[in-house]
């Protein structure tokens, strides 16, 4: 396992071969989705320390675990009270992320209260 250290803040860094190791291991022991609801909390709890008075914070998604953990950081910070934008190839959706199910599709109202359900691989970002 490679540690990366930052000189500036003495924080250890790990490279991607060690990340997954440790994920590896924390995945075995916690109940499905765990890492990736924390990880949603922590990305939502950082964008309201960076931006408090945000009414609409935009989140950059990827495929897979990386949309998985986008989707919870957009279901807690609606329940902090901010809006969500979903951008999908062939259309924008506009309202409030509802919940993250538990195959981690994201359900989002729109404001015309149709409801929508968005996998990962959907998303181009969400706002």
């Known amino acids: 396992m490679q540690v990366i250290r930052s000189p500036a803040a003495r924080l250890a860094l790990h490279d991607v071969a060690s990340t997954r190791a440790l994920e590896r291991v924390a995945l075995a022991q916690l ?61 924008v959706v506009e309202g409030r992320a509802l919940d993250v199910e538990p195959d981690g599709r994201l359900v989002v109202r729109d404001g015309s209260a149709v409801v929508h359900h968005f996998d990962a691989g959907d998303v181009v970002h969400l706002r």
């Open 31 to 91: 109940p499905v989705h765990t890492l990736m609801r924390r990880a949603g909390e922590a990305v939502a709890r950082l964008a309201i320390a960076l931006a408090p008075h945000a009414r609409r914070i935009w989140i950059a998604t990827g495929p897979g675990n990386n949309g998985g953990d986008g989707f919870e950081a957009a279901l807690h910070l609606h329940r902090l009270g901010r809006d969500v934008r979903v951008q999908l190839p062939d259309r």
